[in-house]
């Protein structure tokens, strides 16, 4: 299983929309809503933002926000600010009770 | 509230096995999966595999299929993760990390992660 395709980096300016994006195929990405993103500062531990394509736990800012268009998954982070420069991962269920990380996006804050 | 406390860091050569553990608290550790996720220097996130602490049942990613272990002992609520026949590229950070609960295989809850270094 391959990984999902990111984009490697993407950087946007404090109060922009940035919109990363997951590709896979109708074995994972398109093929279920179980999507997820992950932001990944370094040096700490992941931190869930999205579930389920575009549910978000408790806790976490109503800044990002997922969606998904067949064999693509995005996230949106709308009014950038300077902590949420960080790795993004998304990730998907596939078939037999697997997952499947994308190769992840640094994002940085200019 | 949940924590997952992970052991120290490891210093393997070549060949050799580590065994990771996972402690979890301030949940039932029955009630839901966990997961192992590793990140080599320089690297992205990636899934090894997950454990039913309840029925002992594991999934693992087809890639480390026969290389992983993952087991649990319920009466001291840890998990663990043994990797076998180490390389220098098995040299990573190694997180295990609880399961939402929903179904989706999300991961809401991370340990602190354990660098395992594999040198000759």
């Known amino acids: 299983q391959s990984a999902l395709a990111q984009p490697a980096s993407m950087s946007g300016s404090p109060g922009q929309s940035i919109t990363i994006s997951c590709t896979g195929s109708?074995?994972?990405?398109?093929?279920?809503?179980?999507v997820s993103w992950y932001q990944h500062h370094p040096g700490e531990a992941p931190k869930l933002i999205i579930y389920?394509?575009?549910h978000r736990p408790s806790g976490v800012s109503n800044r990002f926000s997922g969606s998904k268009s067949g064999n693509t998954a995005s996230l949106t982070i709308s009014g950038l600010q300077a902590e949420d420069e960080a790795d993004y991962y998304c990730?998907?269920?596939?078939?037999?009770?697997?997952?499947?990380f994308g190769g992840g996006t640094k994002l940085t804050v200019l | 509230q949940v924590q997952l406390v992970q052991s120290g860091a490891e210093v393997k050569k070549p060949g050799a096995s580590v065994k990771v553990s996972c402690k979890a608290s301030?949940?039932?550790?029955?009630?839901?999966?966990l997961h192992w996720v590793r990140q080599a220097p320089g690297q992205g996130l990636e899934w090894l595999g997950w454990?039913?602490?309840?029925?002992?049942?594991?999934k693992y990613a087809q890639k480390w299929q026969g290389r992983v272990s993952l087991t649990r002992d319920t009466s001291t609520r840890t998990a663990y993760m043994e990797l076998t026949s180490l390389k220098s590229d098995d040299t990573a950070l190694y997180y295990c990390?609880?399961?939402?609960?929903?179904?989706?295989?999300?991961?809401?809850?991370w340990g602190q992660g354990t660098l395992v270094t594999v040198s000759s």
């Open positions: 389920e394509v575009t």
């Open positions: 990390a609880r399961d939402l609960g929903t179904g989706d295989l999300s991961f809401d809850y």
């Open positions: 454990i039913n602490p309840n029925s002992g049942g594991t």
């Open positions: 109708s074995s994972d990405v398109g093929g279920y809503d179980f």
């Open positions: 301030g949940y039932t550790f029955t009630g839901y999966f």
């Open positions: 990730t998907s269920y596939i078939l037999g009770g697997r997952v499947v």
